[in-house]
């Protein structure tokens, strides 16, 4: 059994959905970041950083910060999601990481500046706007030519999609991106994705009108 905080967020959604196709026992504990949750002593003790998503699995007595950590540990723990060739292996790992560093932290700031702060800085607003199109752009080709960014799905795509899934945040037409909307669709088609979008609490997933 792992206990599970989180809350309605890429972040968290990325381990839910993780959680959900690996078929991992969880239970949930809603962090809301909205109300300071996340600075509860309690949960300091599991997530030093104040962030969310955060594990404890029961049966290791380890409890883990960090997105992109968990899904490699939850990877590990089952034997899911990683391919087992080093080739594709290291490509999941590398594009696990190039969301950590690049795709998740550019367009957090472009979710602050084009959707909840609009109109504050228009440097920030084409500067965060240019880097989320360029990472599209990045993300487009590496899909042009298989169907999940490190060949099969892995955690390297359970850790993009949920960004994706705020396009409209992030005021991105997917429709220009082809190929990150075919990929976009199809995992947004399977049960676990809907389930652990689902978590904390029940949302539908965005599609583009024109899908
Ligand atoms: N690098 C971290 C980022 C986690 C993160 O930014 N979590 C946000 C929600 S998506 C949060 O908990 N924010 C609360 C705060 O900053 O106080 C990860 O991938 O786990």
Redesign the pocket.
């Known amino acids: 059994m792992i206990d599970f905080y989180t809350?309605g967020?890429?972040?968290?959604r990325k381990v839910s959905i993780a959680l959900e196709e690996m078929g991992l026992d969880y239970e949930t504990r809603s962090i809301d970041?909205t109300k300071d949750e996340?600075f509860d002593p309690a949960f300091l003790a599991i997530s030093p950083n104040?962030?969310?998503?955060a594990i404890f699995d029961r049966e290791t007595g380890v409890s883990m910060?960090?997105?992109?950590a968990i899904l490699y540990y939850l990877a590990t723990k089952t034997g899911d999601f990683l391919p087992n060739d080093a080739h594709h292996h290291w490509q999941a790992i590398e594009w696990l990481n190039w969301q950590?560093g690049g795709f998740?932290p550019m367009l957090g700031q472009a979710h602050h500046f084009l959707h909840f702060n609009p109109g504050k800085s228009d440097y920030a607003e084409q500067r965060f706007g240019q880097e989320t199109r360029r990472l599209y752009g990045v993300l487009d080709r590496q899909l042009s030519d298989r169907e999940y960014v490190a060949g099969t799905y892995s955690i390297a795509d359970m850790a993009i999609w949920p960004w994706v899934s705020r396009y409209e945040f992030q005021k991105v037409d997917l429709t220009e991106f082809p190929k990150v909307l075919r990929w976009y669709q199809a995992i947004a088609a399977r049960p676990a994705v809907i389930a652990g979008y689902s978590v904390p609490s029940a949302s539908d997933i965005p599609m583009p009108t024109s899908a």
């Open positions: 809350f967020t890429p972040n968290g970041i996340q104040n962030k969310i998503p910060m960090e997105s992109g950590m998740g």
